[in-house]
């Protein structure tokens, strides 16, 4: 998150007249670090411990990147598999894509499914069916 932070603070602090120098050791946006997911998203798992502020000021943070750094960004589908050794049941995860759906209020990117085993399968042919349950599925 510090690439993230430090680029959104000389991009504010430029825009309110500043003089700003971001260096950075290659191409922009190109040295996270490796463990990173390079993934903007809203903070499902803040969800579970009730952050929903801190969810909702994710998601709003991922909207002003998709609008305002298009050329940096795009949204993408997440699915998430369940299976019957889940730690969280179809129904739970769904809700909680809903609830992150709605916390997103205007700047939704999109529908909240569920995808049952058959059709999960036919989706996406390279994800084990073994004890596969189905998928929730989010932008």
């Known amino acids: ?3 993230l932070s430090g680029l959104l ?6 825009s ?10 290659g191409k922009v946006l190109q040295q996270t670090s490796s463990t990173s997911s390079k993934l903007l998203h809203g903070g499902m798992r803040y969800l579970e411990h009730g952050h929903l502020r801190l969810v909702r000021e994710f998601l709003l943070d991922k909207f002003w990147w998709l609008k305002n750094v298009s050329q940096h960004s795009r949204p993408i589908e997440i699915s998430m598999p369940v299976y019957n050794d889940s730690p969280r049941s179809l129904l739970t995860l769904f809700a909680g894509a809903l609830l992150y759906r709605i916390l997103s ?3 939704s990117l999109g529908p909240t499914r569920w995808r049952g085993k058959r059709k999960r399968q036919e989706d996406h042919r390279e994800i084990s069916d073994v004890g596969l349950r189905g998928s929730v599925i989010f932008l």
């Open 9 to 14: 603070i000389s991009w504010r602090l430029s």
């Open 105 to 107: 209020g205007r700047y």
């Open 16 to 25: 309110l007249g500043f003089d700003v120098y971001l260096y950075d050791a």
């Open 1 to 3: 998150m510090e690439v």
